[in-house]
């Protein structure tokens, strides 16, 4: 079945380290998604791709980075310059022309400590 | 960044009983979207919305998108203790390179 995986779905971090969540989508789609959720603040976009080898910076794009290298994968990368990165991480993806929303991913949760 | 005006903000009901959740905005958008997330999980599209006036149903979850395109309300009848999680809206204007709009969620609690 087509789909999107995310992976860890729990991750640990020390302060001051870099950590890179995975993103994979084996639904032929175009446009990948990053998303942040904090409790009670909903979902706030990080980066997007429309096409491989292009991204854009959503709006909270600061102490983060991703690469485009495949249609199929989306990495995000939290650098130690975010200043908060304790959150639910959720990566999506949608087909070209669609207006059929997008597909999620089950979310990673990442923890630093 | 943008937000749409998503309320209630919570609902504690009773199970057996109706649901209603709504989004205002002060754009117009050419599809509205309902989504539900599960505790952990990714939110999961419950119902799209692709024209004004449209009423689509989901068994028994029903949308509407407003006429002014400007809003868009869920009906959950019936509720069930699955029915518990958070509900989205999201809205997508034209030519904003496919980013959707967010509500901030509706929290539903159902008490068996």
């Known amino acids: 079945d087509g789909g999107i995986t995310q992976s860890p779905k729990y991750l640990f971090r020390k302060e001051g380290q870099n950590v890179t969540l995975s993103c994979e989508q084996n639904l032929n789609h175009d446009a990948m998604y990053w998303y942040r959720q904090d409790p009670g603040q909903g979902l706030r976009l990080i980066y997007y791709?429309?096409?491989?080898?292009?991204?854009q910076k959503g709006d909270i794009a600061e102490g983060y980075s991703v690469s485009r290298e495949k249609k199929e994968s989306f990495p995000l990368t939290v650098t130690s310059a975010q200043k908060n990165p304790t959150a639910f991480y959720l990566c999506a993806s949608i087909r070209a022309g669609g207006d059929y929303g997008y597909t999620f991913g089950s979310g990673t949760r990442l923890t630093v400590v | 960044g943008q937000q749409l005006n998503q309320s209630p903000q919570s609902m504690f009901i009773q199970e057996g009983e109706d649901v209603s959740m709504n989004c205002t905005s002060s754009s117009i958008f050419n599809t509205w979207l309902w989504y539900k997330q599960d505790p952990g999980e990714g939110p999961v599209l419950l119902i799209a919305l692709y024209k004004a006036g449209e009423l689509t149903s989901n068994g028994r979850l029903t949308a509407q998108f407003g006429i002014t395109r400007k809003d868009s309300f869920l009906n959950i009848s019936a509720s069930i203790p699955s029915d518990v999680g958070i509900y989205f809206c999201a809205g997508l204007i034209a030519g904003n390179n496919r980013k959707l709009i967010w509500g901030l969620g509706t929290s539903l609690a159902v008490n068996p």
């Open positions: 791709s429309q096409i491989v080898n292009d991204f």
